[in-house]
């Protein structure tokens, strides 16, 4: 399986926007970058995913390497509630499998 | 819409006890999934279903561990004996289609004595 690296830790100021980095230098043309989060005591949910492009929703965007080896999530205006882990995953669109990795711990200070 | 729903929420047991997870995914969603996920990691795949078929079972420890769907909708995840190291929690997903964004439900989290 392809794998991303993320660091351990960030942490953001309410109402700041967070950007999340993530390695991936072994991507290979069928990965698809997706994203997912995980609040305390929740199971995970989705945010974003892409290929190539850029890639917006009403939760946050997505920013793709030319090159395809990094990738940022980017949180625009952080709130408490987006204090989570938060999951760079590598999905190749042969097996389809989500693999997740240990995922970037985001706080957020009020 | 209804999430994915399962049960229990918390388990407490002793070792060699058995126990079961239940879970009910979303309506119409095909492809179902149970993940494990210890604590401070990631969620790590035991098995994935199309619609009753276990597709990817290759994570699954089949001396202990066993799962079914029966009718392609509900699963249930065995374990058998429990052990010690069983302690985790257990999170049920599903998607509509194999490709398919996740829904994860809130998870049955185990602890074995």
């Known amino acids: 399986d392809a794998k991303t690296t993320q660091p351990n830790s960030m942490e953001s100021n309410e109402e700041e926007p967070v950007h999340l980095p993530c390695n991936h230098s072994?991507?290979?043309?069928?990965?698809?970058i997706h994203w997912y989060r995980q609040l305390p005591s929740q199971g995970p949910e989705y945010v974003i995913h892409?290929?190539?492009s850029n890639v917006n929703n009403r939760m946050a965007s997505l920013a793709i390497a030319e090159d395809r080896k990094s990738s940022t999530l980017i949180l625009h205006r952080a709130t408490l509630r987006d204090a989570a882990v938060y999951y760079c995953?590598?999905?190749?669109?042969?097996?389809?499998?989500?693999?997740f990795g240990a995922g970037t711990t985001v706080t957020v200070r009020a | 819409e209804a999430g994915v729903v399962q049960s229990p929420r918390y388990k407490i047991i002793e070792k060699k006890q058995p126990v079961a997870f239940w879970c009910n995914p979303i309506?119409?969603?095909?492809?179902l999934y149970w993940y494990l996920q210890n604590l401070g990691q990631g969620p790590e795949l035991l098995i994935r279903?199309?619609?009753?078929?276990?597709?990817?079972d290759s994570q699954l420890p089949k001396d202990r561990f066993s799962a079914e769907r029966l009718k392609g909708v509900d699963s249930t995840l065995k374990i058998q004996p429990a052990e010690l190291g069983d302690s985790a929690v257990y999170l049920c997903?599903?998607?509509?289609?194999?490709?398919?964004?996740?829904?994860f439900g809130e998870g049955s989290r185990l602890t074995v004595l």
């Open positions: 997903a599903s998607s509509l289609a194999i490709f398919g964004e996740l829904f």
């Open positions: 072994t991507i290979s043309g069928t990965d698809y």
């Open positions: 892409g290929l190539t």
């Open positions: 995953i590598l999905r190749d669109t042969n097996d389809y499998k989500l693999s």
């Open positions: 309506s119409g969603h095909n492809t």
């Open positions: 279903y199309e619609n009753e078929e276990a597709v990817d």
